[in-house]
């Protein structure tokens, strides 16, 4: 369906990208790269094969592209991030390199359906949510900006795990996505480097027996190999690379020891060595504080440390000008040993004296900070970090002197506070605080909302806010239009370009032409019919993968994300009971169909995320059997929540739930995805809600539910949440089904504690924010049951959403952090 448009801009970027040409291509790499000739192809082998042609042209400009930055001189940017949550790579490389169409063509004359191949590609789920898949937006938006950038992280073996439902509880299922190979990928062997850990730190003397410098010798060390794979920016123009570390033993085989009789033996260092890049950890807000966590953050940040060294010197050949080539991103703070390494480099191997070092580092370095739950802010107790890498904690012991020493000397702290500047914890354990060090080791300290940015001043960073003055700014999120507009809706995208024209395929502010059309009314139905055939294919999907049948003419209610309590997937669970209670009452009313859809993963180790889960499909299970509801609610868990659902999903919706507590959701990323796909949002004000009401307006949202100062307020002042529950009629009956076990007759006591929690502190506020909710839900009932009203608003929402582009949020990185000129 994505037409011409592909087509045109193949013109442009290539010459030779015909149909036949293609066909004949794709059969020539299908028996001299593959192996295989027509008649014994799988479906696999033509995937292979079809990535393989379009790969070589992107090649050709990814080596342009790198050249010129060179030739240039050009700042790079260097994005640091131990996700990258990139999803399936054919289709928005074949679309931005525009073949997609030509492509569809040429494999449809070989016998192949492209859609059939594409979803054997399997998911290149190297992150666990927002902060993965916004470092994924980011490189492509990069590209498309034209910003020279490298992205590094890790190349896990087993990324994000497969969620399978049991009897109603996640299962967690290894993921390996390299099982076929990656067609991807170039393994650069020659691109290595040697990571260490423990051992001693020797200090050297000169020939006056002055401290002269630090050598650290590690007791361990491993190897770091890169694994490059391009990343091609909108039309092909700008091709990046994210480099992609795995690790390996320096000596596979200890060969004395082998030799000597002992074979295991002889493996296991390696397997130790190797095992460091094997899997993604799989929780996204608590820092579990694994010694294995702290050594795969070393481990990417020194490989890209020292590889970022070596390409600055060997092309300027001299240290101190790092700053002005280089912009080091650090994502959050799971890379901010980055600040000690980068230090340690410096001083210990190229001889520059600490303040020199201190000064260069702090030019070179911004920080990205992600939440604000103090759970999941990182902290590694001192003893650990010593014994891993005890030069390193020299350094930060140095580094706080100095941050210590200025916040001193400005006279403006008291003892309270300086404790609170400092990068050690003081305690029972002591602990090294990893926010603090990013924060004094960077120019530049960035939230990733309006209200998140303006929260961490008076929160985790108000006193560092205050030594620092105008470190902290604001980057609101953004996500990538050609992901999640024109490869996931073509449909939508197509009507878009018969509308109002091409200009908003390069420029995503253009949709804003579309406003007007909201009160179209022919417009109104062609857009409705593109929402419908979205909720087909959805409903067909769900059919299939878990026999669940959902009627497409009802409204798609859609909340997908991570489980968190935070995030309050239990609020709109138990309004789904409520609601059902409401139909079984009163089956005079006119109800409108509605299906519920829920999506996400929990964290192995989150006990109360996975009750979650199993509470929505208790309840599923009895409401969607329940005859008395005649199909009016049907609530469903769709399995394996993941990049390539999303893109299936956030068309489909009518509704997008981004119901978090005000105050606990940075930003939000799915929030844009589902409003640029004309999904209307029921959601708090929090996280950037906040900007996207102010941007399409208040008519075009329902924003429900107690606000950050609020809910600050009402936890200060004793909070009553059992008074609240007594009050709610219907909250009440909800929750005394739940606990009555309605949802879990084989074990009426499964959700006791889970509900305690709501009567005894209820610290998420889903009992203070429910009646609000309900009622708010309510009165989308009101505004779907008009459809040409509810049609308007979605229209509005997509011609009004364009500022949420991640090319803008790069653009201002580039210019307001980075300092280079796309
Ligand atoms: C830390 C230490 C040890 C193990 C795991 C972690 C860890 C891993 C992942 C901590 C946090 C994360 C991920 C956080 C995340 O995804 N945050 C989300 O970032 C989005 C992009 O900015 C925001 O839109 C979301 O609001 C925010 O929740």
């Not at 109603?168 to 990928?185: A, S, Y």
């Amino acid at each position: 369906m994505a037409s011409a448009m592909t087509t045109k801009i193949s013109r442009t970027v290539l010459a030779t990208s015909d149909p036949e040409t293609l066909a004949a291509e794709i059969l020539r790499a299908l028996k001299y790269r593959v192996g295989k000739d027509m008649t014994v192809a799988k479906p696999h082998d033509w995937l292979t094969a079809a990535i393989q042609v379009v790969r070589d042209r992107i090649i050709d400009q990814w080596i342009r592209s790198t050249k010129e930055a060179y030739d240039r001189r050009e700042k790079r940017v260097y994005y640091l991030s131990l996700e990258f949550l990139i999803g399936r790579l054919m289709r928005d490389a074949f679309s931005n390199v525009g073949v997609l169409d030509d492509m569809r063509v040429a494999l449809r004359s070989l016998g192949v359906d492209i859609d059939v191949i594409a979803a054997l590609e399997p998911d290149a789920a190297l992150g666990n949510g927002g902060l993965g898949r916004l470092a994924a937006c980011f490189m492509e938006s990069m590209a498309t900006v034209d910003v020279p950038a490298h992205g590094y992280g890790i190349r896990y073996e087993n990324g994000m795990f497969r969620q399978e439902i049991s009897d109603g509880w996640q299962v967690e299922l290894p993921e390996n996505w390299l099982d076929h190979g990656n067609p991807w990928e170039f393994e650069r062997r020659e691109r290595s480097f040697e990571v260490g850990y423990g051992g001693q730190v020797e200090s050297l003397t000169d020939k006056d027996g002055i401290l002269d410098r630090h050598v650290w010798k590690p007791a361990e060390r491993i190897l770091a190999v890169a694994y490059d794979t391009p990343v091609v920016g909108w039309r092909g123009k700008r091709v990046n690379t994210l480099r992609l570390w795995s690790s390996l033993a320096i000596d596979p085989i200890l060969l004395a020891a082998f030799n000597a009789g002992d074979h295991v033996g002889a493996l296991r260092d390696s397997n130790k060595a190797e095992a460091l890049s094997k899997v993604l950890y799989p929780a996204d807000s608590t820092s579990a504080g694994q010694e294995l966590r702290l050594r795969q953050e070393y481990f990417f940040t020194t490989a890209s440390l020292q590889d970022i060294v070596q390409r600055h010197l060997s092309q300027f050949g001299d240290l101190l000008s790092l700053p002005d080539q280089a912009a080091i991103h650090l994502n959050d703070t799971h890379p901010a040993v980055a600040v000690a390494e980068l230090m340690r480099l410096f001083m210990d191997v190229h001889g520059v004296d600490f303040d020199k070092s201190w000064d260069a580092v702090k030019r070179t370095f911004a920080y990205t900070n992600h939440t604000l739950l103090p759970e999941a802010l990182e902290s590694w107790p001192v003893s650990l970090f010593d014994r891993l890498l005890p030069r390193h904690m020299q350094i930060i012991y140095a580094i706080n002197a100095q941050v210590l020493l200025e916040a001193r000397s400005s006279g403006h702290f008291n003892d309270e506070q300086i404790r609170r500047i400092s990068l050690i914890q003081e305690g029972t354990e002591r602990r090294v605080r990893m926010g603090n060090l990013a924060f004094s080791g960077s120019h530049s300290v960035n939230g990733v909302s309006a209200l998140h940015t303006e929260l961490m001043k008076v929160t985790v960073f108000a006193d560092l806010h205050r030594l620092y003055p105008g470190r902290i700014n604001n980057k609101t999120n953004g996500i990538t239009p050609r992901r999640w507009l024109f490869q996931c809706n073509a449909g939508l995208t197509d009507l878009a370009r018969e509308t109002i024209g091409d200009k908003f395929l390069d420029n995503i502010e253009e949709l804003k032409a579309l406003d007007k059309f909201a009160d179209d009314a022919a417009f109104r139905d062609s857009f409705a019919a593109v929402k419908r055939a979205n909720k087909e294919r959805l409903a067909n999907y769900v059919a299939g993968r878990i026999g669940v049948k959902v009627d497409p003419s009802a409204l798609f209610d859609i909340q997908i994300k991570r489980i968190h309590e935070y995030k309050r997937q239990l609020l709109n669970i138990i309004e789904a009971v409520a609601l059902y209670d409401q139909i079984r009452s009163h089956p005079e009313r006119e109800w409108l169909p509605r299906v519920k859809f829920f999506g996400g993963k929990a964290a192995p180790s989150y006990h109360n995320a996975k009750l979650i889960i199993k509470l929505a499909n208790d309840v599923a299970k009895v409401i969607n059997r329940d005859p008395a509801v005649r199909g009016l609610l049907k609530v469903v868990f769709v399995p394996n929540y993941n990049v390539s659902l999303a893109e299936i999903m956030m068309p489909a919706a009518d509704l997008s739930e981004q119901i978090s507590t005000a105050g606990m959701e940075a930003s939000g990323t799915g929030n844009m995805k589902f409003a640029l796909n004309g999904a209307l949002t029921i959601g708090t004000l929090d996280g950037a809600n906040v900007e996207m009401k102010e941007h399409v307006g208040d008519d075009n949202i329902f924003i429900f539910g107690l606000t950050t100062n609020e809910v600050a307020e009402r936890r200060n002042n004793g909070y009553d949440p059992r008074a609240v529950i007594e009050g709610s009629p219907e909250l009440s009956q909800a929750l005394s089904a739940i606990s009555s076990g309605v949802f879990s007759p084989d074990d009426p006591q499964r959700y006791r504690e889970l509900l305690g929690g709501l009567y005894e502190h209820d610290w998420f506020m889903v009992a203070a924010d429910f009646d609000a909710y309900a009622a708010t839900q309510r009165q989308v009932d009101k505004v779907w049951r008009n459809g040409p009203d509810w049609y308007a608003k979605a229209i509005r929402n997509v011609a009004r959403m364009g500022w949420f582009s991640s090319d803008r949020t790069i653009r201002q990185y580039a210019k307001e952090i980075w300092n280079v000129v796309p």
